[in-house]
């Protein structure tokens, strides 16, 4: 049972590079989504999506674009890559979401992957 | 606003001693609430949920939590420290209106250090 697998692991890249994370869960979970964790800031939301075709906007969704054709993918593309998101990023899924409902699945987490921009 | 604190961003404790990880939300409703615990270089890990069935809450290696609606709070809580609990431990809410944009509000972190 894989889970949420993310790559890559780590990745390099130079400003203005363009580059995408990948994320595929085999739970066929309803719910994915990115974050992005920086020291003394937690983890913050990029986008998430609530099913398949279906991708919104998060807290800090600015160079970043998702899409979501099957339920088990979700990557994240860096459109222009800046120093400024250096990061690491993380993928997560649950069986549900439903924003203002008031209630959740648990998130399953991936192990993160460490990009950082020069 | 409705928000998630947790109220210490470092916690050291002796091993073997008792450890007390403290989480205040602000909500109108009752929310769902989940502790997770993310080691170095790894994704978070579920400790434990609460959704609205037993206050007292018991997770994996040991920890527990129980929810008080008087208090607002969800303290993470272990009889006795080891070692292997030093990690970082998130604290997450789930709102009915508020917090993030798909709902879920977590918490800054809060690290946790056992001396031996």
């Known amino acids: 049972n894989a889970g949420v697998t993310q790559t890559p692991k780590f990745q390099v890249l130079k400003t203005g590079q363009s580059m995408t994370l990948q994320c595929a869960q085999d739970m066929n979970h309803e719910y994915m989504s990115w974050y992005r964790q920086d020291p003394g800031m937690g983890l913050r939301l990029i986008h998430y999506s609530v099913g398949a075709g279906i991708t919104d906007q998060g807290e800090v969704p600015n160079g970043y674009n998702v899409s979501r054709s099957t339920t088990e993918d979700f990557p994240l593309r860096l459109l222009s890559a800046a120093p400024s998101q250096t990061s690491v990023y993380f993928c997560?899924?649950?069986?549900?979401?439903?924003?203002?409902?008031?209630?959740?699945?648990?998130?399953?987490f991936g192990n993160g992957t460490r990009l950082t921009v020069t | 606003a409705q928000s998630v604190t947790q109220l210490d961003s470092h916690v050291s404790v002796s091993e073997g001693t008792p450890v007390l990880l403290r989480c205040n939300y602000s909500?109108?409703?009752?929310?769902?609430l989940f502790w997770y615990v993310q080691h170095p270089n790894k994704g978070l890990q579920l400790l434990l949920k609460?959704?609205?069935?037993?206050?007292l809450v018991k997770g994996i290696n040991g920890f527990e939590a129980e929810f008080k609606k008087s208090e607002t709070s969800f303290h993470l809580t272990k009889p006795s420290a080891h070692m292997s609990d030093a990690a970082e431990y998130f604290c997450?809410?789930?709102?009915?209106?508020?917090?993030?944009?798909?709902?879920?509000?977590f918490g800054k972190g809060t690290h946790l250090i056992i001396q031996p």
């Open positions: 997560a899924s649950s069986r549900n979401n439903i924003p203002g409902q008031g209630a959740s699945s648990p998130l399953h």
């Open positions: 997450v809410v789930t709102l009915y209106s508020g917090g993030g944009a798909d709902g879920l509000t």
């Open positions: 909500s109108s409703y009752s929310p769902s």
């Open positions: 609460y959704t609205s069935a037993a206050t």
